[in-house]
């Protein structure tokens, strides 16, 4: 039974581009999670989509977007980059609204 | 949101137990304790959560005080495996699902 991915593993950007990560949730999940985490922070949480829709929105600026597909794979995607967004970007798989996440190894974003 | 306190790092010996305790002083009723750890280059990974009663696991026991104003996470033989980020979160009894993670707890496990 395959655990969450997440694609690609490591990506370098240049400010002011647009970037696309890629997520497939643990087997029999419905509920996608994403979060950003900074170096020797804790994970923040961004959004969460469930039957197609964002369900949930964290503190973040309208250049987080994200969606999620019939197939309960998920993208999310930056526009217009900054430094600042350097983080690793880590999903998150549950059954429901209620159960335990099951998260990714996540994507290292470096934006130069 | 509810906020937790944790130390922010703690060391263990191998194949001792660990404690790592966290203070929640203000938890509401409907708010879930759950502790989530982190290993070097991973994504988080659950561990385990309780309401009001103690819990126990293969990975883990969970006790929580009485007024739930704390708890505490134990680790009954600490392994090398075991050295990552502890994070004490609360979640919400309605319909939210988001985690709200601190800086947790660094536990280093000494051979």
């Known amino acids: 039974d395959a655990g969450v991915t997440q694609s690609p593993t490591h990506l370098i950007k240049t400010r002011g581009q647009q970037v696309t990560l890629r997520c497939s949730p643990k087997?029999?999940?419905?509920?996608v999670s994403w979060y950003q985490q900074a170096l020797g922070q804790g994970p923040q949480f961004i959004f969460q989509?469930?039957?197609?829709?964002?369900?949930q929105r964290g503190n973040f600026p309208d250049r987080f977007s994200g969606h999620q597909f019939p197939n309960y794979s998920s993208e999310l995607n930056v526009n217009a980059l900054l430094l600042g967004d350097s983080a690793l970007y880590l999903c998150a798989s549950s059954l429901g609204g209620y159960r335990e996440q099951y998260f990714g190894p996540g994507t290292r974003l470096t934006v130069t | 949101d509810a906020k937790t306190t944790q130390p922010n790092s703690m060391e263990s010996n191998e194949e001792e137990p660990v404690h790592l305790p966290c203070n929640h002083s203000?938890?509401?009723?409907?708010?879930?304790i759950h502790w989530y750890r982190q290993l070097p280059s991973q994504g988080p990974e659950y561990v385990i959560h309780?309401?009001?009663s103690n819990v126990n696991n293969r990975m883990a026991s969970l006790a929580i005080a009485e007024d739930r104003k704390s708890s505490t996470l134990i680790l009954h033989r600490a392994t090398l495996r075991d050295a990552a980020v502890y994070y004490c979160i609360l979640r919400g009894g309605g319909a939210t699902n988001k985690l709200i993670f601190g800086t947790g707890t660094l536990l280093a496990v000494q051979p």
């Open positions: 087997s029999g999940h419905d509920t």
């Open positions: 203000t938890i509401s009723g409907t708010d879930y």
């Open positions: 309780g309401l009001t």
């Open positions: 989509y469930y039957e197609e829709e964002e369900r």
